[in-house]
């Protein structure tokens, strides 16, 4: 239901919305000291309404900065691919899911994202604590796990809409907070993590 009325919102969006709040995404993120000392980030494309990442993605790109974009698999975990430019992606359809622009190159594993020194995550909200509303799919969870798993600890940091930023999310006991979120109009990190 939560994540029904998140859509919705998302979906009576503009392009041109979601254009002029991706380039101010780009330019929160970008200042963040994170983004400004990694050598490998893990990201993703945004797709319909989501937050735009392509400027971020090309920026971090130019900046020498190593991105690593996921590939859906069959059981809803992640594989990654490494981002080289707009011609490096494929639009891949998953059954009836939506079409995921993935990259086309060499896949390097589920395991490549435990490399990230930052993880940027979709997500449809988060809440004052930090924690994130996905879609539902588990994805981001596995990678997440994953990441505890390995004993590395990248900086989570979420990508939203300024309404996504909410007083509360129902949270799962394997859920994990981020580090931070970016909204088009700023930045605004947790002290829980």
């Known amino acids: 239901m939560l994540r029904r009325e998140f859509l919705s919102v998302r979906n009576r969006l503009t392009d041109d919305d ?15 000291p994170e983004l400004a000392h990694a050598r490998a980030v893990a990201a993703y494309v945004s797709v319909g309404s989501e937050p735009g990442t392509t400027a ?4 971090l790109r130019v900046r020498g900065v190593r991105v690593l974009l996921p590939a859906l698999l069959p059981d809803n975990d992640l594989d990654w691919g490494e981002y080289a430019g707009p011609d490096s992606l494929a639009r891949v359809r ?3 899911k ?11 594993g589920p395991d490549a994202v435990t490399a990230a020194d930052v993880v940027l995550l979709p997500g449809l909200a988060v809440d004052a604590r930090g924690m ?3 879609r539902g799919g588990g994805s981001y969870d596995r990678v997440l796990a994953r990441l ?4 590395v ?3 989570l940091v979420v990508l939203l809409y300024d309404s996504e930023v909410v007083a509360h999310v ?5 859920d994990r907070p981020v580090h931070a979120v970016v909204t088009p109009s700023g930045v605004r990190r947790f002290a829980s993590t």
């Open 18 to 32: 979601v254009d002029e709040a991706g380039r101010a995404l780009a330019e929160r993120a970008l200042d963040l």
């Open 56 to 59: 971020l993605l090309d920026t």
């Open 94 to 96: 998953h059954g009836g």
């Open 98 to 108: 939506m079409a995921l622009f993935e990259p086309s190159g060499a896949r390097l």
């Open 132 to 134: 994130r509303l996905g």
């Open 148 to 151: 505890e798993r390995a004993g």
């Open 153 to 155: 600890h990248p900086r």
């Open 170 to 174: 129902p949270a799962e006991a394997h």
